[in-house]
């Protein structure tokens, strides 16, 4: 079964220091989508990408985070530099097409879990 | 964000009883409902959707059941399992999909 992968699954890591998180989607997928989800709440979506293209990232703190998608295939997510309320799960999902509109059925990666000390 | 609000924050029920999740969502533009199931250290994995047009989707012991002029919908969960327990999420989809906060369900064995 194809499923989306991401790494690394854990990092630990000081304030102020860079990270980043790779994202590989299911194959064919040409939505892409970086969710946080901060322990015990739901996911928030942080930015979407149609192919290559940024579709929204209106929640995402673009003061220290950026996202790619070069290829329109796997996608990375950077926070430079860190902080301590970035302590969360990254989450990498990833949709289908039917013609113009997106299924809506998104399928997740198992995540990447952050903590800032 | 357009928020996506769920009910109960938390639910404990006994094996073999019904199980009922609420949500209510504000914008109309949503055309896509639906709920996600998460265990612990994992992703959430879509376990059921509905889409405006119709009022109920059954699976299983698995149903969601749609107002469209209340914008609310619910999740009940029949004769719950020990297995079932995890934390399940509402979302409302259209060109982004939004999150509830979650409930986490425990079913007593």
């Known amino acids: 079964e194809a499923e989306v992968a991401q790494s690394p699954r854990y990092k630990i890591t000081e304030k102020s220091q860079a990270v980043a998180f790779w994202c590989d989607p299911i194959?064919?997928?040409?939505?892409l989508y970086w969710y946080r989800q901060i322990l015990g709440q739901g996911p928030e979506l942080l930015v979407q990408f149609q192919d290559e293209s940024v579709v929204d990232d209106s929640q995402l703190p673009k003061d220290r985070f950026s996202a790619e998608r070069l290829k329109g295939v796997d996608s990375t997510l950077k926070i430079q530099p860190a902080e301590l309320g970035d302590s969360a799960m990254y989450l990498c999902a990833s949709s289908s097409r039917e013609g113009a509109r997106n299924t809506g059925e998104l399928f997740f990666g198992e995540g990447s879990r952050l903590t800032v000390l | 964000q357009q928020q996506v609000k769920q009910s109960p924050q938390s639910l404990i029920v006994q094996k073999g009883g019904i199980s009922i999740i609420n949500c209510a969502y504000e914008n109309t533009a949503f055309d896509y409902f639906p709920w996600y199931q998460q265990f612990p250290g994992k992703g959430p994995a879509l376990l059921i959707a509905?889409?405006?047009?119709?009022s109920e989707k059954k699976e299983g012991r698995f149903t969601i059941s749609f107002n469209k002029s209340a914008k609310q919908f619910s999740l009940h969960i029949m004769d719950s399992q020990p297995g079932d327990s995890a934390t399940y999420f509402c979302?409302?989809?259209?060109?982004?999909?939004?999150f509830g906060a979650g409930t986490r369900l425990f079913v007593k064995a």
């Open positions: 194959s064919g997928h040409a939505t």
């Open positions: 979302a409302a989809g259209g060109f982004k999909t939004i």
């Open positions: 509905i889409r405006p047009d119709v």
